[in-house]
């Protein structure tokens, strides 16, 4: 039975180190190295053997990705060491330094692979060629494949085995990157998956050239293509352009957060919220506002952070970094009296000025008594609660109308005259007097 | 008697404690859940000389709560104290009214005011122990909960038993813990009410309530007093550190 459970164990742990080795960004990095080492190496060989300068050009591109993966590869390393106290966020803030490269690479490749499209068209219209040309004169010369019955088959196989690697390693790049959180891999597999495309669509000319004599079909589906590589370009700039000039995180995402705090018990408002993204980690600054005291307001921490780190995790975010600070209310402080007189019980709340024995000066905090002082009723009673600042005078007179709760808590700033007021109660203890 | 008038006394203290305005809020909601059409509102009465003017102060607090909460003034009725077994909206009880049940609202005014997502999201917490007085907070917990339209959680921590390696909590628990669980489910069971129940190994009892409570959305945790414990009872502590409201039912009241 225990030996069972080892070899159950060992073999748990095999697995969990397989699938580190396969989830290892330098893993991946080194893949797409080999492969567009074969690329390199079948396309220059396939491309002067047959002078096709479509495969010549698209070697020497290869050859570029080769660089670009090192390079991505130093981004990585980089991305990946902790944090210290001068990157207290860490430096994976970079990654999108060369994911604004790729997108942009990939803007200018789109943007060539389109021009080289449309003067593939233009070569099957030749008035209209003369005629854009006398207006466009920088535009580059149409290069036909040069190929012959016997080639045809090595050129397909090498652009068809070439774009098949091309999209298998891109999904592997973009699924590694995407849970190891590391943006440059996953912008290296979407250039990996252009790259791929435009592979097909180069192989879609030499078989429309073998099949029907027709390579011009090659074109219009290279617009698509370009347009495809355009958006992906534009997209991956974008999104390294908003990260690293802190753009807030989506709108959608901002919206949730502030729904996800406000559910939170013991949340009495969110006063700020700010959001931006460093690496693929998510930053939250909140400031929020409580009426609980010091021993609650940990619990509501506890609930705002991890509710919040739950969200942001399956939102796609590899990890977040809340910061709360929470504010008490803002207290609105005024002070009222009561016209207080001796009943056979004990004092309650005068009938009028007049008839008060004493003066119940209370301080008020959001319409709450707080504190209450009991004063003997001066001779001039007026200038005495003008003194004390008191805005309105409480008496209990019968067959009268108390206003409402919202009338009596409505102070006017500034207001000098002392109002004089129906009190809803008549006995102090229901006041906290 | 009011044909929608059930067993259940809600009342309010009409004092001037700081918290009058959010319970009466919490009031009137707990009143629409379980379909309870009077507020009972405490408040002294002028005796003596000033009894002619007893009616009139109580006209007064009722149009004062009939305000505040949208309650017709026919259905506030003013007690000089509440009866036994009422439950009392109050950020501040009298603990030592063991006849009462009291409801912290904390800062709520309800149950279903945050409410975000389906209704059954949120939950109605009853933790449960080794003993069966939780039942006694189902009892109460189950119409609010059916109301609400809120799920019931059922919440247990226990000490983890040394020696024993598992990492699942339920493993960890007592046999009368067990049993405890078995009745409050088979009784959510026979009342069709949706329910959960989560166990942990919490470092601390009232700390593991709560954290779970706040986690797991609970709009309401329902507890007895203890009838043994003198010091450190988990339903006062609970009640300290709790920003999702309370109700605590006092040790004298029958179920």
Redesign the interface.
């Known amino acids: 039975m225990k030996g069972q459970s080892e070899s159950q164990a060992g073999a748990e742990t095999t697995q969990g180190l397989w699938r580190e080795r396969l989830y290892n960004p330098y893993t991946v990095m080194w893949l797409v190295v080999l492969m567009y080492t074969i690329k390199v190496a079948t396309k220059l060989t396939a491309g002067y053997l047959t002078n096709s300068p479509v495969f010549i050009s698209d070697g020497y591109h290869n050859l570029s990705d080769i660089l670009q993966a090192f390079a991505v590869m130093v981004v990585v390393y980089m991305a990946r060491r902790p944090p210290n106290t001068d990157y207290p966020l860490g430096k994976s803030n970079i990654e999108f330094f060369s994911s604004l490269v790729i997108g942009l690479s990939l803007l200018v490749l789109g943007a060539q692979f389109a021009l080289q499209s449309l003067v593939g068209l233009l070569y099957y219209l030749p008035q209209t060629d003369q005629a854009v040309r006398a207006y466009i004169t920088f535009l580059p010369d149409h290069k036909p494949l040069l190929t012959d019955a016997s080639s045809y088959p090595w050129l397909i196989g090498i652009m068809a085995g070439s774009g098949l690697l091309s999209w298998l390693v891109s999904r592997y790049q973009i699924t590694v990157g995407r849970s190891t959180g590391h943006t440059s891999l996953v912008a290296d597999g979407e250039e990996t998956a252009s790259d791929g495309r435009i592979e097909l669509i180069a192989m879609l000319g030499v078989v429309g050239q073998f099949l029907f004599g027709a390579p011009w079909l090659e074109y219009p589906l290279a617009l698509l293509v370009a347009t495809l590589v355009i958006h992906t370009g534009k997209e991956l700039f974008m999104q390294a352009f908003r990260a690293l000039l802190q753009h807030a995180l989506p709108q959608e995402v901002e919206e949730e957060i502030r ?2 705090t ?5 949340v ?1 408002d969110l006063l700020a919220l700010k959001t931006f993204q460093v690496g693929q980690v998510a930053v939250c600054l909140l400031t929020l506002r ?3 005291g010091a ?6 921490r ?2 705002v952070e ?2 919040l780190t739950d969200y942001l995790k399956e939102a796609g975010y590899i990890s977040s970094k809340i910061h709360l600070k929470f504010k008490g209310e803002a207290v609105r402080r005024y002070r009222i009296a009561y016209a207080m007189a001796q ?3 004990g004092m ?1 709340v005068a009938p009028d000025l007049q008839a008060a024995s004493h003066l119940a000066i209370c301080d008020v ?1 959001d ?4 504190r209450a002082r009991m004063e003997v009723k001066p001779a001039q009673p007026e200038p005495f609660l003008q003194e004390k600042l008191v805005d309105r005078l409480f008496v ?1 007179s ?2 009268q ?2 206003p ?3 009338q009596l808590i409505a102070v006017k700033p500034g207001e000098k005259a002392i109002e004089i007021v ?6 102090p ?4 007097l | 008697m009011n044909p929608k008038q059930t067993k259940l006394i809600i009342g309010v203290d009409y004092f001037r404690n700081i918290d009058r305005v959010p319970n009466l809020s919490f009031a009137r909601a707990l009143m629409q859940y379980l379909d309870v059409e009077l507020i009972h509102v405490r408040a002294t009465a002028p005796g003596a000389d000033l009894t002619h003017l007893a009616e009139e102060q109580a006209t007064r607090i009722r149009q004062d709560v009939s305000r505040l909460t949208q309650i017709p003034e026919d259905c506030v009725v003013i007690v000089p104290d509440f009866p036994p077994g009422a439950l009392i909206i109050d950020n501040y009880p009298d603990r030592n009214r063991q006849n009462l049940i009291w409801l912290a609202p904390m800062d709520e005014r309800g149950l279903t005011t945050r409410l975000r997502g389906a209704a059954a999201e949120a939950s109605i917490m009853v933790p449960f122990g080794n003993g069966n007085s939780c039942l006694k907070a189902l009892r109460l917990a189950a119409p609010i909960a059916r109301g609400s339209g809120a799920a019931l959680l059922f919440y247990h921590t226990t000490w983890k038993i040394p020696g024993l390696t598992s990492l699942k909590a339920d493993d960890h628990m007592c046999r009368e813990a067990i049993a405890i669980r078995k009745q409050l489910e088979e009784e959510a069971t026979s009342l069709s009410l949706p329910f959960q129940t989560l166990i942990e190994t919490a470092e601390d009892v009232a700390d593991g309530i709560v954290q779970a409570a706040v986690l797991q959305r609970s709009r309401l945790i329902v507890m007895p007093r203890s009838q043994t414990v003198e010091v450190g009872d988990y339903c006062l502590r609970v009640f300290d550190k709790s920003p999702v409201p309370v109700i605590t039912i006092g040790k004298e009241v029958s179920s």
């Not at chain 1, 021993?295 to 509501?300: C, M, N, S, T």
């Not at chain 1, 319409?367 to 707080?370: D, L, M, N, P, R």
């Not at chain 1, 129906?422 to 006995?427: D, E, F, G, K």
């Open positions: 729904d996800i406000l559910d939170v018990a013991g009495s409580t009426k609980l021993e609650k307001v940990g619990f509501v506890l609930g991890q509710r009943a056979d019980t309650v905090e319409g709450h008594i707080t209990f019968a067959g109308q108390a409402a709760l919202k129906q009190s809803t109660v008549l006995m203890d229901l006041l906290g």
